[in-house]
């Protein structure tokens, strides 16, 4: 945590505010399109028409001198992100907003679990029984045997599980590679991973769909920007707690624009989830090491 991080709290807070509405505007978005067009071919829309904000970073990435080994990594890392981002989509067609964004805040909890896997990062009885803790939010959530799991929460699950993957090699890579490549090469390798799963259930846009599509792409982009502007601003033990405010949002929109019921333990589980992940981020930051846990919107779409 540096000075000038910790001197500017409410410019993190106003940041981190932004973007939970941007990526609520995502959601909103594609929920808006209630699976008109189909996932896969969604989400490469997304991603190619997404391109265009990536032309600054190709010098960059043919400047980077990449080893076959970040090659491999890069590889990985969009294979991971492309299934990730496909289940992200259908999700969004199979279940209410609010649910996704809850389970999504899954996601850095992982990150912590895998980080002791296989970064060597210590694992302390306080750290699990956080992880414990988030794991009764996602219980709470789904409430197996009181009602029926559908696909879009187990897609949900396994996207949380992919993203935290996603970011752990690029954690990794952070200290190898410029962000800018990094944030490049993921577009461009999850844009062709896209393709043959779009080809395969392709259905003719709309010139309006193809518009919404490029509006989610907009929202996305603005939204890492944002998030980095928060990231800079102040500490993650700042800015984590604002992303509640995201699930909050979601249930309204949810609510006002898709007749979606307001489910209480749907927020309640997402609230004690999100809670092990501003504790957790606590600790890290108490403990004045290098962060691991990302910030909730860090895996996004």
């Known amino acids: ?10 410019a993190g807070i106003f940041w981190m505010l932004v973007t939970g509405i941007l990526f609520v505007a995502v959601t909103a978005v594609v929920k808006h399109l209630d699976g008109a067009v189909p996932a896969a071919q969604a989400a490469f829309l997304r991603y190619l028409l997404g391109l265009v904000f990536i032309l600054p ?20 890392r969009g294979i991971v992100h492309t299934l990730a981002v496909m289940l992200w989509f259908y999700a969004m067609s199979q279940i209410p907003i609010a649910e996704v964004t809850a389970m999504n805040y ?30 009764l939010g996602v219980l709470i959530i789904l409430r197996p045997g009181f009602r029926e799991i559908e696909t879009g929460h187990l897609a949900m699950l ?16 952070s200290s190898e590679v410029n962000p800018v490549v990094i944030v490049g090469m993921l577009s461009l390798i999850v844009t062709v991973g896209l393709l043959p799963f779009a080809a395969a259930v392709w ?10 599509l490029f509006l989610v792409a907009c929202f996305a982009t603005a939204g890492h920007y944002t998030m980095t502007l928060a990231f800079a601003a ?19 929109l949810g609510f006002f624009l898709f007749s979606e019921e307001i489910d209480i333990l749907t927020v309640l589980g997402g609230t004690i989830i999100l809670a092990s992940v501003v504790f957790i981020s606590w600790r890290e930051a108490k403990l004045k090491r290098k962060a691991v846990t990302p910030m909730v919107n860090a895996t996004k779409v």
Request: charged fraction near 10%.
């Open 106 to 135: 899954l996601s850095p909890v992982y990150v912590t679990i895998g980080a002791a896997l296989f970064l060597g990062e210590k694992l302390a009885l306080r750290r699990i029984i956080a992880v414990c803790v988030a794991l």
């Open 1 to 10: 945590m540096n000075n000038s991080a910790a001197s500017r709290p409410l």
């Open 158 to 173: 396994g996207t949380a599980v992919l993203f935290a993957g996603g970011y752990l090699i690029a954690k990794q890579m």
């Open 57 to 76: 970073m190709i010098r960059p990435i043919l400047r980077a001198r990449l080893t076959k080994r970040q090659f491999k990594l890069f590889g990985i």
């Open 203 to 212: 259905v003719t846009p709309t010139m309006t769909q193809l518009a919404w």
């Open 234 to 252: 102040a500490p993650l033990t700042v800015t984590q707690p604002v992303t509640f405010l995201q699930l909050v949002w979601a249930t309204l």
